[in-house]
């Protein structure tokens, strides 16, 4: 699952490439510089839908729904799995 804090790093990358200012992106998104702030550096707690998808839509982006079960491992799975292989190189 995305968090709100994942949500605003790719925020702040994808608009850190594209060359642009929070000034800039808050404008052509309708919403605060501030709250752009506080999402990008993760001092937001909520954020409604419309905000987050005229953001994204600012950057070209756009969320994507998909099964849980998708066949894809989760983050946890794979730190869960460098750790177990960092422990099995350790006995060898």
């Known amino acids: 699952m995305v968090t709100l804090p994942d949500l605003g790093n790719a925020i702040a990358t994808r608009r850190k490439a594209m060359g642009l200012s ?3 992106l808050a404008g ?3 919403v ?3 709250t752009l702030d506080a999402l990008e550096n993760a001092r937001l707690g909520e954020l409604g839908f419309v905000k987050v998808a ?3 839509a600012a950057l ?3 969320l994507k729904l998909q099964e ?3 066949n894809r491992p989760t ?3 794979l730190l869960e799995e ?3 292989d960092q422990d099995l190189d350790g006995r060898r």
Do not use: F, P
Request: charged share 20%; no cysteine; glycine share 16%.
């Open 75 to 77: 983050l946890d799975a």
């Open 28 to 30: 052509k998104a309708g």
């Open 68 to 70: 849980t079960g998708s």
């Open 60 to 62: 070209g982006l756009q």
């Open 82 to 84: 460098n750790r177990l």
């Open 22 to 24: 929070q000034t800039v």
């Open 54 to 56: 005229r953001i994204l």
């Open 32 to 34: 605060g510089r501030s």
